[in-house]
């Protein structure tokens, strides 16, 4: 997994350890990862599903890096779309939780 862990450090350097908030992340990642990577780090089934979930964090963070214009565009329309999904779902689901006819209204 080192051309992975690179791809991570590179992120890094390059974008949270250059903003407040990213820094904030990255120290508090250092503090809550040594407990999680000993619990980890025991089970083959936990290495196995983090390494797993990490796989679109890692693609994310590579083309970030090094993809093309086309592939970052791609990337950002596929955020944008997929949170507009989350959020319709939720709304749907809000509104048959609640029993409501909700209309689907724009600010």
Known sequence: M?????????FRDTYLLTHAVGRQLVA?????????AAIISESTTLRVAVRTALTPVVWTASIV?????????????????GGAGMWWG??????????????MRMP
């Open 2 to 10: 080192a051309a992975q862990v690179q791809v991570l450090r590179e």
């Open 28 to 36: 508090w990642y250092y503090w809550v990862s040594p407990p999680l």
């Open 65 to 81: 890096l090094h993809g093309t214009r086309a592939q970052q565009l791609v990337l950002v329309l596929g955020v944008l779309l």
């Open 90 to 103: 939720a709304h749907k689901l809000y509104c048959l939780s609640h029993r409501q006819r909700c209309a």
